[in-house]
């Protein structure tokens, strides 16, 4: 089994929908056996600028994470199909064993 990791920010779109929603229903309508997306309280990328929204209020992003598993060939085809329509974001995969 392979799981993919893809990183976004909160607030991105495609389109008019989130990206975070389109990402799932693509997901779906490619068959993927599960998924998650988390929401992290803070982090930063390559241009080290920490995002780290305020308890009460902030405009600053938070990342996201969405993640999901399924066979290899799957995985691969499926980021793909995502490559084709989504450039941006910072995709890892990695083996996973199903217990």
């Known amino acids: 089994m392979l799981q993919a990791q893809i990183f976004i920010d909160k607030d991105e779109l495609k389109g008019v929908k989130p990206l975070h ?8 309508d490619n068959g993927i056996a599960g998924a998650t997306s988390v929401m992290g ?9 920490l995002k780290q929204p305020s ?15 399924d066979s290899e060939e799957k995985v691969k085809t499926t ?11 910072f995709i890892i995969t990695h083996r996973v064993d199903l217990w």
Do not use: D, K, W
């Open 21 to 28: 929603e389109f990402i799932m229903n693509l997901l779906i």
């Open 79 to 89: 980021l793909s199909v995502l490559r084709e329509q989504y450039r941006g974001g």
């Open 41 to 49: 309280y803070s982090g930063f990328g390559r241009h080290h600028r």
């Open 55 to 69: 308890r009460l209020f902030s405009f600053i992003e938070a990342s996201t994470l969405i993640t999901f598993v």
